[in-house]
């Protein structure tokens, strides 16, 4: 199981920090991702890391998005800094293996 919070409404050039906890049984020890999704739009991944701690982004987060991990907490995080209007979606915390598991999401909205 995976719970996300900490979304909300924040003004252009604001930040917000995500949060997915995982259950005991799923951890954050494999691959962990962060997903969006806009209205009308796909799913498209934001950011990811591997078992060993190698993180990818999508070109549109780079150097302002920030995938982490807590291992004690089992707690995978998304901060996000320099807000854009376009960056308004439901977040949503993934774990594509051994078992696909999504979080419920939660909605992070940009106001110009």
């Known amino acids: 199981q995976l719970v996300e919070s900490g979304g909300g409404l924040v003004q252009a050039g604001g930040s917000l920090r995500l949060s997915c906890v995982a259950s005991r049984t799923v951890g954050v020890v494999n691959t962990m991702a962060w997903y969006r999704q806009a209205p009308g739009k796909q799913r498209e991944l934001v950011a990811s890391m591997t078992a060993g701690g190698t993180t990818d982004y999508a070109d549109s987060v780079k150097g302002r998005f920030t995938i982490s991990r807590n291992f004690g907490k089992n707690t995978l995080y998304l901060t996000m800094n320099d807000l854009k209007p376009e960056d308004t979606a439901v977040y949503y915390c993934?774990?594509?293996?051994?078992?696909?598991?999504w979080g419920q999401g939660t909605q992070v909205t940009v106001s110009a």
């Open positions: 993934n774990r594509p293996w051994p078992v696909n598991i």
